[in-house]
Antibody
Framework: EVQLVESGGDSVQPGGSLRLSCVAS????????MFWVRQSPGKGLEWLAN????????YYVDSVEGRFTISRDNAKNSVYLQMNGLRVEDTGVYYC???????WGQGTLVTVSS | QSVLTQPPSASGTPGQRVTISCSGS????????VNWLQQFPGTAPKLLIY???QRPSGVPDRFSGSKSGTSGSLAISGLQSEDEADYYC???????????FGGGTKLTVL
């Protein structure tokens, strides 16, 4: 079964850090771009970052550039999102998705609050 | 403010045909493809249409996509109660070097 499973979501204070993980199964992970997408409470979807199959290219939305880092480990079929300098407005459900948006994880909740 | 513009809501009665629009620009829809996602409350999005008008396997042919210039459209024919969901368009944008989403359209089946 083709699947993505995220983990690492938690409640943190503003300025804190979190590392999200997403483990893939059921497909050749190293043949796909991977994305992170966020959905703030009651709001729409927002693309945050993506990474090329071999990790050689990475792109970020302006609002997280310099604070978030996407990375991957093809040997572990995993993609990560290191989030530093978290802000209240970073609160939301974080999804990883396979390139093309055909496969999504179930999401992991990040809450940033004092 | 989303880069791609969708109506916030749409509605129809069972059996009707409804369309949802997605307006963009030459840097996104006009220069590439538009995709459509369906999302039910509390669940992850699901790919409904890719590359303007292609349906992944398993998506009923009641769902169709089209594109004209810098705008895309999602059409749902033979509307069913289980189609009540949020629908999002998404496209690659060359000017921001990233993916941009529409704000989403909440479809209500009356």
């Amino acid at each position: 079964e083709v699947q993505l499973v995220e983990s690492g979501g938690d409640s943190v204070q503003p300025g804190g850090s979190l590392r999200l993980s997403c483990v893939a199964s059921g497909f050749r992970f190293d043949r796909y771009w991977m994305f992170w997408v966020r959905q703030s409470p009651g709001k729409g979807l927002e693309w945050l970052a993506n990474i090329k199959e071999d990790g050689s290219e990475r792109y970020y939305v302006d609002s997280v550039e310099g604070r978030f880092t996407i990375s991957r480990d093809n040997a572990k079929n995993s993609v990560y999102l290191q989030m530093n300098g978290l802000r209240v407005e970073d609160t939301g459900v974080y999804y990883c998705a396979r390139g093309g948006f055909a496969v999504w994880g179930q999401g992991t909740l990040v809450t940033v609050s004092s | 403010q989303s880069v791609l513009t969708q109506p916030p809501s749409a509605s129809g009665t069972p059996g009707q045909r409804v369309t949802i629009s997605c307006s963009g620009s030459n840097s996104n829809i006009g220069g590439g493809f538009v995709n459509w996602l369906q999302q039910f409350p509390g669940t992850a999005p699901k790919l409904l249409i890719y590359s303007d008008d292609q349906r992944p396997s398993g998506v009923p042919d009641r769902f169709s996509g089209s594109k004209s210039g810098t705008s895309g459209s999602l059409a749902i024919s033979g509307l069913q109660s289980e189609d009540e969901a949020d629908y999002y368009c998404v496209a690659w944008d060359d000017s921001v070097n990233g993916w941009v989403f529409g704000g989403g359209t909440k479809l209500t089946v009356l």
